[in-house]
Structure formats: C-alpha cells, structure tokens
C-alpha cells in the first residue's frame, strides 16, 4: 500500500508540528510514503528517511492542486492520499484528510467574508474526503454536530510531543541559559500568547495569575511566549502591571522546552481546542498545568492537568497559589503531568493513522472488485 503525504502543509503552526511528527512516525513503522513538499518550506529530517520526496510547487490552495495530484496520483501509484488539513485535491484514489478543529464555525476570528471562505473550505473538503481524521473525540463529535459527517466516516486519532524535545531532563545551565536570553527567573508561570488570543483566553490566563498574585506575598514572573498580538491587545490593561510580565516571544522548540520545565505551572484557559498540543508538550516536560473544561482540553489532560471553567479566574489563582506555597503539591502535580504524557506518543499516532489507511484501503479495494 503506497501512501502520499501533502507535506506542503508544514509551517510554523500546529499544522506543521503534525506534519513534521507524524511523517518520521509512518517512516519509522515502514509505511510506504511519497512526502509531496513544498520546494521553499522544507520538512527538516526527510532526507534521512526512508521516504520517497516529491517537490510540488503548485499552491496549497490552487485551484491547479487537483490536476498536478491527479498526475503524480497515477504516476506515483498511490493507492491512499493524506491531507494534513482540510483543503485536499479531487483524485481518482481514496482521500483522507485531517481535521484539527472547527473554530471557524465557533467563533468570528476572521473577517466576514474570509470566514465565509474558510467554513466553505472546510465543508467542500469534508464532503470530497473518503474519510476523516480527527484530532480528538471532541472535534469528532463536532464534526457530527457541525457539518452532519457520519461517525462511520470518522476516526479519532490523538495527537503528540516530541519527546526527545519535550522532556523532563533540564539541567541547572537552562535556568542560566533562560535568565541570560530572556530574563526570566524562577519562580514563574508560562501563558501563551496567539494570534486568536481571544480564544486562547489570553486575558483569562492573566486574571488567573494575577489573582495568584493578590493572594500571596511571594515574588514570582509570567513568561509569555508566542505572537506578541495577544499581549499588545491587552498591553493597556492596568491589572497586569503587577505582573512582573516577561515577553519571550517567538521560542523555539527547545527553549519552549526549557520554559515548561522549569515553570511552577503552564496556563492554558482555552475557550476552545481541537486538540491542544501545548497541553501535551508541557506534561511531557514535567509541568503542572492549569487548563479549562472546554472543549478537547478534559480528554487530553486526563488525570495530568487541572481543568477549570475558563472564566473562573480565582479558581485557577488558587491553584496557582498551592502550586507556589506547597512543595509538595508541585511535585505531585508533576508527577501526574508525567504519567498522562506518556499516553501519546507519535508511533500511537502513526500506528492509528495507518490503521485508518489499511480500512480506507480494504474499503476502496472491495468497491472496486463490486
């Protein structure tokens, strides 16, 4: 069974983190792969693996995509077609494409008529895939609920951290590595910042932790890392003065690494998430996280995170505070971030993804022997 791979969906987002995870996993697990690239976003490590790399330099969202994958379907002889995102090409051979969430439908992050688009995008590719993968059971079931998919045409696969990045080995130079590059110093929590901090819950992370901060007399840091558009939104606010508020921006892989392991706890209030890789990446790391009730966020963090209601900002500050003022608390919460992390791992990944291949496969074969 000979699989094609859009790979040209890699890029810094959390597209990219599935692509660049879960292409080395297939390899790895002896899946026969054509990876289609992008000439001028590469996916790093290819050429170490065994995989066949095709450069494409049509657009992702050409309208051009059906016909070249359609020629490189027949000539590569691909028997199955992986989307990692909505959009995927009309072809002769089974589709499956990979829906990591539905926030379009959810909320306006968009401007009207692009979110008019975008939803368009997304019920054209759902209705044109064989079959669908879903980043958890809470974006199936969206799926359902949504845009009316049958359950049948489903599959629920998790997905993971990288562990030889995201892990619980630091070493005492990270700390002078992290107060040296970004001035930050222990003790202190990590909130992200985005692009759609709106529904990141931005300001519910802030008002937790500064409500942590109203309850203790301890000296402690908020790193925030990521898009500097969520924090300068609310840069105006007075209530975060008080937080001794250091921006780390955009991080790397492993410097984000090195922020979980330190930290008393990651704050991740989410209004919604397909998945939440964060939340992973950071358990994988050892860190204690404060995280919401919505959306995919209680089947991911299991019994390793705290879940609360994202508004319930005292809620989250009084466990903000046990995780400063009880040593044990901390390293029981550590403890159990650990333990939950090792349910995902990117060969689970790979081995679901290629479970759903083998059925999207024996299903086209017998149609066509109907």
């Known amino acids: 069974m000979r699989i094609g791979f859009d790979a040209r969906w890699y890029n810094d987002s959390g597209v990219g983190s599935y692509v660049a995870g879960l292409v080395p996993a297939l390899a790895h697990a002896g899946c026969d792969l054509v990876v289609y690239v992008d000439p001028a976003k590469p996916v790093p490590g290819l050429d170490k693996l065994a995989v066949n790399v095709v450069p494409v330099s049509v657009g992702r969202y050409s309208p051009f995509a059906s016909i070249e994958f359609r020629r490189r379907a027949k000539q590569d002889k691909l028997d199955v077609f992986h989307s990692p995102f909505y ?15 539905l926030i379009p439908f959810l909320f306006p992050i968009y401007p009207w008529m692009k979110q008019q688009m975008v939803k368009a995008g997304y019920s ?32 629920a696969v998790h997905l993971a951290a990288e562990r030889k990045v995201f892990s619980p080995c630091g070493t005492a130079e990270e700390l002078e590595r992290l107060d040296e590059k970004f001035g ?34 301890l000296k402690f840091q908020t790193a925030v890392y990521g898009s500097p558009q969520g924090i300068e939104a609310l840069r105006s606010n007075d209530l975060w003065a008080e937080l001794n508020i250091c921006r780390v921006g955009y991080v ?22 397909g998945f939440g890789l964060p939340l992973v990446e950071a358990m994988s790391c ?6 919401s009730n919505r959306g995919s966020l209680p089947e991911v963090a299991g019994g390793g995170a705290q879940c609360f209601d994202p508004v319930d900002a005292d809620a989250m500050a009084a466990a903000l505070h046990a995780l400063l003022r009880n040593p044990h608390e901390l390293e029981r919460r550590k403890a159990a971030a650990l333990r939950r992390a090792a349910d995902f791992s990117w060969d689970k990944t790979a081995f679901d993804t290629i479970s759903v291949y083998h059925h999207v496969n024996r299903k086209s074969f017998s149609a066509i022997s109907k």
């Open 87 to 101: 959009v995927a090409p009309r072809l002769e051979c089974p589709t499956i494409i990979t829906v990591h969430d």
């Open 124 to 155: 054209t590719g759902v209705c044109r895939a064989t079959h669908i993968i879903a980043d958890s059971q809470h974006t199936s079931s969206d799926l359902q609920k949504v845009l009316g998919v049958s359950p049948r045409r489903i599959t």
């Open 184 to 217: 930050v110093r222990q003790p202190y929590f990590v909130v992200a910042s985005a692009h759609n901090w709106r529904t990141k819950n931005l300001e519910g992370a802030l008002k937790a932790v500064a409500s942590a901060h109203n309850q203790t007399d």
């Open 252 to 273: 790397e892989r492993g410097e984000l690494a090195m922020l979980f392991r330190h930290a008393h706890a990651f704050v991740m209030p989410s209004l919604y998430e």
């Open 286 to 291: 050892g860190c204690p996280v404060i995280t």
